[in-house]
């Protein structure tokens, strides 16, 4: 009985020692693939911390070009916009210089203009002026051609009286003179009448006194001028009284 039992312990030990190599060879290769694992582990994390600097690396350079490209890009458009307004500026200032020139052009004709109007209303006023003085100096040659024609017709009667008054002072007719009483002196006796010898009046004719039609008295003339006379009072009739 005791052998069966050492055989089975025997086989036992045996199976133990296999399990055991088997073991310690299993555990040997676990260990040896954990070590492995951990190696493989920290160099999959050193890997990936390369991976992840190389990355942030990247990044930064990535952001930085960005950055530098957004900065290049925003001062570019800074500088097309400031381009731009430049050019809108100019364009805006060549524009108020054109109407500028062109208000003071259109100015420049119009006070052109207002000059020559004030050139032609001087002269209008002047000619206004000439033509009154010219007006002026007709109506004075009408108004002497007038008195030059009047007195060319008086002296023309005054020949034609002192002719026909010769003609009939030859013929020894009597001539008719209407003259007026100028002056009286009743004290004394005498009147001054307003026709003298240019009249036709002869000194050596008495002149009746009439009052109408009627003779009321008749004068001798003492003093014959050229216009007018000096009379006595030869009679006068009753009631009757020479007067101015």
Request: glycine share 6%; with cysteine; hydrophobic share 35%.
């Amino acid at each position: 009985m005791w052998k069966p039992i050492i055989s089975f312990s025997i086989v036992l030990a045996g199976i133990a020692g296999w399990l055991r190599f088997e073991t310690t060879t299993d555990l040997k290769h676990e260990r040896q693939a954990l070590i492995d694992s951990a190696t493989n582990l920290d160099l999959a994390k050193k890997y990936q911390k390369e991976v992840q600097d190389k990355n942030n690396v990247h990044v930064e350079t990535t952001a930085s070009t960005s950055d530098a490209a957004d900065t290049q890009e925003a001062e570019e458009a800074s500088k097309r916009k400031e381009k731009g307004e430049k050019e809108n500026t100019k364009s805006g200032l060549e524009t108020a210089k054109a109407d500028v020139e062109a208000k003071l052009a259109k100015l420049e004709r119009e006070l052109a203009e207002i000059g020559q109007i004030e050139d032609l209303v001087e002269k209008s006023q002047n000619l206004q002026a000439e033509m009154a003085s010219v007006q002026q100096e007709i109506a004075i040659t009408k108004e002497n051609y007038k008195n030059m024609v009047a007195k060319r017709e008086d002296t023309d009667n005054q020949i034609t009286a002192l002719r026909d008054k010769v003609s009939r002072q030859r013929a020894g007719q009597m001539i008719e003179v209407n003259a007026k009483i100028a002056q009286t002196f009743d004290n004394w006796g005498f009147v001054v009448i307003d026709k003298g010898g240019n009249q036709g009046i002869n000194a050596r004719v008495k002149l009746d006194v009439k009052r109408g039609d009627k003779v009321i008295g008749k004068l001798n003339i003492t003093n014959l001028e050229p216009n007018v006379c000096v009379c006595d009072i030869l009679s006068l009739s009753e009631g009757e009284k020479l007067a101015v």
